[in-house]
């Protein structure tokens, strides 16, 4: 009798355990590789891809106080790999896992090379009031700081957080939590690579919760309608610049150019000649700069300011990086955008 009554009282202890697992939200982590998947290779004496989101998830024991975590290992390429087609099929499956009801939220992790890339890509592929947090680490799963581990455990407190909805997508390193929009890597090695500028960040991750302080307000959304997205190539302004790699591009077909300017939008004359042969040829071509703050504007009125270029029927980029304008202007065109009008007014939102 008494060893019944000591398994039924094992058994409800089992069963009530089971249930406060069940109750657990869920949250969907995608890995794609990039230095947070990386080891020190003992032949190449040099970090290569080596771990799996399941490896990953596995130095974080902490994660079951917070959340159930399905893992989908996609991917385990250097973020320099992501292009147009492994963003498209990320996008699907985000917006799959997602669209599931009983998931609260979507981490991806992510090389930091592109990460802000591929942040702002998603921001703008992806529909849902459910947080989406991208991550990364500067320091490989070799080091004895490596600082994978941590950002993994705040992504899965924010994804459960009820604060983090209608955010968009953010990225969470070091930390510190930034926006799709405004979020740039600034240093090759430091772990607090990443901030957002003048704009500042949305938030931060304390041991006892997490406390934001802004909202993206600048977001939109722009569905995808093909697989296959157009051509739109990057071209910088630098003194001596002769626009050739430019005028080569619109010449082999690209669809979309991004010029990354200097100051507010300007540029030598040989480049504006080239910006108005691509124009001649119905090619869009919008104007970014190279500078970390602040937006282009039609302000300057030699041949080359940005007013010239407006004039002659250039897209301003607003505050956007050359990178996330070319990821605007791609989706824009994909969508049937092609206006200078209709883009431009893209780049305002």
Not at 15 to 41: R, Y
Not at 250 to 277: H, P, T
Not at 294 to 299: C, F, K, M, Q
Request: net charge neutral; glycine share 8%; charged share 20%.
């Amino acid at each position: 009798m008494i060893f019944k009554l000591s398994f039924l009282s094992f058994c409800c202890m089992v069963a009530a355990s089971t249930a406060v697992a069940q109750d657990k939200p869920v949250v969907q982590f995608f890995a794609t590789g990039g230095t947070i998947a990386m080891k020190i290779d003992p032949v190449k004496n040099a970090p290569v891809p080596a771990i799996s989101g399941e490896d990953l998830l596995a130095t974080v024991p902490d994660v079951a106080k917070y959340a159930t975590i399905r893992v989908k290992s996609l991917s385990n390429v250097p973020s320099d790999y992501m292009d147009p087609p492994r963003w498209v099929e990320l996008t699907k499956v985000v917006q799959q896992a997602l669209d599931q009801p009983d998931v609260a939220g979507v981490i991806v992790s992510h090389g930091t090379d592109t990460l802000e890339e591929t942040a702002f890509w998603l921001d703008l592929t992806v529909k849902s009031d459910k947080p989406v947090t991208l991550i990364g680490a500067q320091r490989n799963a070799s080091s004895s700081d490596f600082d994978g581990p941590r950002n993994l455990l705040n992504a899965v407190r924010i994804s459960v957080d009820e604060k983090s909805k209608n955010k968009g997508v953010m990225l969470a390193m070091n930390n510190q939590i930034n926006s799709a929009r405004y979020v740039r890597k600034t240093h090759t090695g430091n772990v607090e690579t990443f901030n957002s500028g003048e704009f500042g960040f949305l938030g931060e991750v304390y041991p006892d919760r997490l406390m934001y302080a802004n909202s993206p307000l600048r977001r939109q959304h722009i569905a995808l309608s093909t697989d296959t997205m157009p051509a739109v190539e990057i071209f910088p302004m630098y003194g001596g610049a002769d626009g050739a790699g430019l005028r080569n591009a619109v010449d082999r077909g690209v669809k979309g150019i991004v010029v990354q300017a200097l100051g507010m939008g300007n540029m030598n004359q040989s480049m504006f000649e080239a910006v108005k042969y691509a124009l001649s040829k119905q090619v869009p071509v919008v104007v970014s700069t190279r500078v970390y703050n602040g937006r282009v504007l039609p302000n300057y009125g030699f041949e080359g300011g940005g007013k010239t270029l407006a004039d002659a029927g250039a897209v301003m980029a607003d505050d956007l990086s050359p990178p996330k304008a070319r990821i605007l202007l791609m989706l824009a065109l994909q969508s049937g955008v092609s206006s200078k009008a209709d883009l431009q007014a893209a780049f305002d939102k």
